[in-house]
C-alpha cells in the first residue's frame, strides 16, 4: 500500500499551449519536449483504508488546501482504476530547480500516478500511465518518458489517445538545456488560467494552431537527425508565438521580464559571435537556453553573469519516471 518514485521534468520544444476539454486535460494541439536530468520530484504515497481525507505534504511542509485538493483530484483516478476510496499519506520533495519556480508540476504530477499506482499495486502500461499523469497536469503526461517525447493530442472524446510516447531515448543526443532563473516577483498568471484566457480571447490563437503542426515536424526531424540548428530555430520560434497570443488576450497579459529579455538579446548575440544557441520559455519568466555539449560551459558563464539572473541550472536528457521503492 505504499510507494515511492521519481520523475523527471520537461522542457517544451513545442509548447501545449489551450485545452480543447478543461475537466479531461485535452490539448488543442500536439507537443514535444525534452525530459531534464536536474529537475525532478521524489513523491512517496502511502494508502491506509483508516484515513478520512489524503494528506499532501511538499518540501517538508502540509500543503494549503488548493494544492492539496489538486492532488486529491488526481490520486482520485489512480483510486478508480484500482477500485478503492482509501485516502493517502503523500509526501513529495522537488529537487533545487522547483523551489526556484521551474516546471515542478510536470515532474509533480508524474511521480503521483507513478508512485500512487504502484502502491495500489496496479501493473499499468505507459500509456495509461501518461494518460493518469495528464489528469494532474497536461505537461506531466510527457515526463512518464525519458528523453524526447511527444503528447499525441489524440482525437477520442474520452481521451484514451491523447498521451505521450517516445520520439528518441535520453542516449540520442545530448542537448543541453539551461535553466536561467529570474526573480520572479508579483505573482503569475498560472498556465492553467493564461492558456484559457488565450484560448476564450486571443485573435492570434488561431495564428498558433495553424503553425504548430509545422514546427512540430522540424522539431521531430531536428531530433531524428540531431540537425541542432533545424531544432533551435524551430523551438525558439514556437516559443516566441506561443507567448505572442498571451500579448492580444483580453485583459492582455505576458510572462516576460526585464530579465526575461535580456537573457533573449544576449542568446542572441551568442549566435551572432558563432555559438549556437537558442531560448524557450514556458508560463513564467525563466529562460531555458538551448546549446550543444561543447558550448555549455561558456553559455552558462555567459548567463550567469546577467544581472537579472539569480542562479542557472545545467540539464541534460533526462530519464523515465520510475518506482524507487514499495512496501506492504
Ligand atoms: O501542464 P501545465 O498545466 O503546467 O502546462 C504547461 C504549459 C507550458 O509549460 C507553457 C507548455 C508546455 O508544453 O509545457
Redesign the pocket.
Known amino acids: 500500500m505504499e510507494a515511492k518514485a521519481t520523475a523527471y521534468s520537461?522542457?517544451?520544444l513545442?509548447?501545449?499551449?489551450g485545452k480543447r476539454d478543461e475537466k479531461l486535460?485535452l490539448p488543442t494541439n500536439p507537443?514535444l519536449?525534452m525530459t531534464v536530468d536536474a529537475i525532478f520530484t521524489t513523491t512517496s504515497v502511502r494508502f491506509d483504508e483508516s484515513l478520512t481525507a489524503d494528506t499532501f505534504t511538499l518540501d517538508g511542509e502540509l500543503a494549503g488546501a488548493d494544492a492539496t485538493r489538486r492532488v486529491t483530484a488526481a490520486l482520485d483516478h489512480v483510486r478508480a482504476v484500482a477500485g478503492t476510496r482509501a485516502a493517502a499519506v503523500v509526501d513529495s520533495v522537488n529537487s533545487g530547480p522547483t523551489a526556484a519556480g521551474l516546471?515542478s508540476?510536470?515532474s509533480g504530477f508524474a511521480a503521483l500516478a507513478t508512485a500512487g499506482a504502484a502502491a495500489l499495486g496496479l501493473e499499468l502500461d505507459d500509456t495509461q500511465l501518461s494518460i493518469l499523469a495528464r489528469r494532474g497536469?497536461?505537461?506531466?503526461s510527457?515526463s512518464i518518458h525519458g528523453g524526447f517525447v511527444e503528447?499525441q493530442m489524440g482525437v477520442e472524446a474520452d481521451g484514451r489517445d491523447s498521451h505521450g510516447i517516445q520520439v528518441a531515448d535520453e542516449h540520442h543526443w545530448d542537448v543541453v538545456m539551461i535553466a536561467a532563473c529570474v526573480d520572479a516577483g508579483a505573482k503569475d498568471v498560472?498556465?492553467?488560467d493564461?492558456?484559457r484566457r488565450t484560448v476564450d480571447t486571443s485573435p492570434y490563437y488561431q495564428g498558433w494552431l495553424d503553425t504548430v503542426e509545422d514546427d512540430l515536424a522540424n522539431v521531430r526531424r531536428g531530433i531524428q537527425e540531431r540537425d541542432f540548428e533545424l531544432l533551435g530555430t524551430a523551438a525558439e520560434s514556437n516559443a516566441l508565438k506561443?507567448h505572442a497570443t498571451t500579448l492580444a488576450a483580453s485583459p492582455p497579459f505576458t510572462y516576460w521580464l526585464p530579465a526575461s529579455l535580456e537573457i533573449m538579446q544576449t542568446v542572441r548575440e551568442l549566435r551572432a559571435s558563432g555559438t549556437e544557441a537558442y531560448f524557450t520559455m514556458?508560463?513564467g519568466p525563466h529562460v531555458v537556453v538551448l546549446c550543444q555539449p561543447d558550448d555549455a560551459a561558456l553559455v552558462n558563464a555567459r548567463l550567469g553573469e546577467l544581472a537579472g539572473v539569480t542562479q542557472t541550472f545545467v540539464s541534460h536528457p533526462g530519464p523515465r519516471a520510475h518506482v524507487t521503492r514499495t512496501a506492504e
Open positions: 520537461n522542457i517544451a513545442v509548447k501545449y499551449w486535460i507537443s519536449s516546471a508540476s510536470a497536469s497536461g505537461s506531466a510527457r503528447w498560472s498556465s492553467r493564461g492558456m506561443m514556458d508560463a
